[in-house]
């Protein structure tokens, strides 16, 4: 089994350097429709992979699937001819067009970034981790006091939280969906309040969801998580739902039902249950542009999912005009989280996140009034070259592979929440969104870990 393993990722290697030389040699000539079936080529054998490995690692074909969506579908669409318009077609605020050096270009660092994470993938299957701190699980006295704190920060969270979502869906009816980008947070105290509710919440949420839970229990919470996010599809931010759903069936099936057999009637409800999202997602799409829901076809929603796939041909076209800044794109949540805020060009002056600047750089006016291309992990890498999307998207494989053989751990039970927030959203958002929260998180585990245990100790001295 260890020679297959090994023969898979040189087979990958061999055909990734193939076509380096290939495009290196060739790149003026070489025509869009061939790079196009390139990326079809390796996509393709990822999916494959993922679903030869899904009992094991289910969260590597979600990965793999969600950036063929919101990354490469319009690619792979335009390969199969079903595209509604020209690749080179500028989706976003202005009707011109991209180059066809930049599509190229684009396609070359697409295949690259694919190929570096099905590389990620296949290694951390291959190499035999042992990593003991990751496996220690908690006893059931610790458990309960992990539980029992779940509870307290929650019911703590509450008012706040409730507050923060009248005060959300407010805005919303008052100024529309855009409000929530381009209007200013509540200041003073009830900053502070909105701010700190949520963050309890999603603490309370992470601790139970590390403890052994029933699934009555697990119910519970689904449901507070579903609520919450169902309010922001309202809101028009359909990410969070997205996210939730996903989450919440992984985690069903890595701690709730590991032990029990998969039958075909759970992935017809998996398949209805996406169908039903897919759905609310795109009357939602509908309403924020204000189109009858029978005037797009579903090739024209499936195309307008992979619009942050235009996020790296925008910045290949504008990044001689952009201000970058003096650190990386893809550290600004870290180096600027106190600094974002409304849409404004002071917001624009003080900070460095790259869809702030690409949407400036594309179109002042529409970043004024909270519009955005968003960004994408991708990109972000790019702006290192194409070495550091490859090592970046390998990077990431190995870690998804890494955390799926350390998952009944305690303590990536705890974050595994926060871990999903931030890996499922990276074809469309910046890596280090959740940093400080895990970084707080982390910290607050270990302190209660230590606290248990020295308590623990004394009790037996």
């Known amino acids: 089994m260890r020679v297959y393993k090994l023969l898979h990722i040189n087979i990958i290697s061999l055909s990734f350097l193939l076509f380096i030389f290939f495009v ?71 009707g011109n067009y991209f180059s066809e050096g930049t599509i190229k270009q684009t396609l070359i660092v697409y295949i690259i970034s694919i190929t570096g994470l099905i590389i990620g993938f296949v290694f951390s299957d291959l190499k035999s981790i042992n990593c003991h701190s990751y496996k220690k699980n908690l006893d059931d006295g610790g458990e309960k006091i992990i539980f029992k704190l779940g509870i307290l920060f929650l019911i703590l969270s509450i008012p706040g939280l409730i507050y923060k979502m009248y005060y959300l869906i407010e805005m919303v009816n008052s100024s529309g969906y855009l409000a929530l980008y381009k209007d200013a947070s509540p200041s003073g105290i009830y900053r502070v309040i909105e701010f700190i509710s949520y963050k309890l919440y999603i603490l309370g949420v992470c601790l139970l969801l590390s403890c052994k839970l029933s699934k009555k229990v697990f119910y519970i919470i689904a449901a507070l998580i579903i609520i919450i996010s169902l309010i922001y599809l309202f809101l028009g931010k359909r990410g969070d739902l997205g996210i939730s759903v996903i989450f919440l069936i992984w985690y069903w099936f890595s701690y709730i039902f590991y032990r029990k057999k998969i039958t075909k009637s759970m992935i017809l409800g998996i398949i209805t249950l996406f169908f039903i999202l897919i759905t609310s997602f795109q009357f939602v799409n509908y309403s924020r542009s204000h189109q009858e829901a029978n005037s797009l076809s579903l090739l024209d929603f499936i195309a307008s999912q992979g619009v942050s796939g235009t996020v790296l041909p925008y910045y290949l076209e504008y990044m001689n005009i952009i201000d970058d800044g003096s650190y990386p794109y893809i550290l600004a949540p870290i180096m600027d989280r106190m600094n974002r805020g409304e849409a404004s060009v002071e917001v624009l002056n003080k900070t460095n996140y790259l869809g702030y600047e690409l949407t400036y750089a594309i179109s002042p006016n529409a970043y004024l009034d909270g519009e955005g291309v968003g960004t994408s992990f991708i990109a972000e890498l ?42 499922l959203f ?10 400080y929260e895990l970084i707080f998180f982390s910290l607050l585990w270990c302190i209660l870990d230590r606290i248990y245990v020295l308590g623990v100790s004394r009790k037996y001295v």
Do not use: H
């Open 24 to 94: 290196q040699g060739i790149e003026n000539e070489i025509s869009i429709f061939i790079l196009e079936g390139v990326l079809c080529l390796f996509y393709f054998y990822g999916i494959i992979w993922g679903i030869l490995y899904i009992k094991k690692y289910p969260l590597a074909l979600i990965m793999i699937s969600l950036f063929g969506v919101f990354i490469y579908s319009r690619f792979i669409l335009d390969f199969f001819d079903l595209l509604p318009y020209d690749i080179k077609l500028q989706t976003r605020f202005i």
């Open 382 to 423: 790019y702006e290192g070259g194409y070495l550091c999307v490859f090592l970046g998207m390998l990077i990431l494989g190995y870690f998804v592979v890494f955390f799926e053989k350390n998952k009944m751990s305690s303590y990536l039970k705890f974050i595994s929440m926060l871990f999903f927030m931030t890996l």
């Open 426 to 435: 990276l074809p469309r958002g910046e890596l280090f969104e959740y940093f």
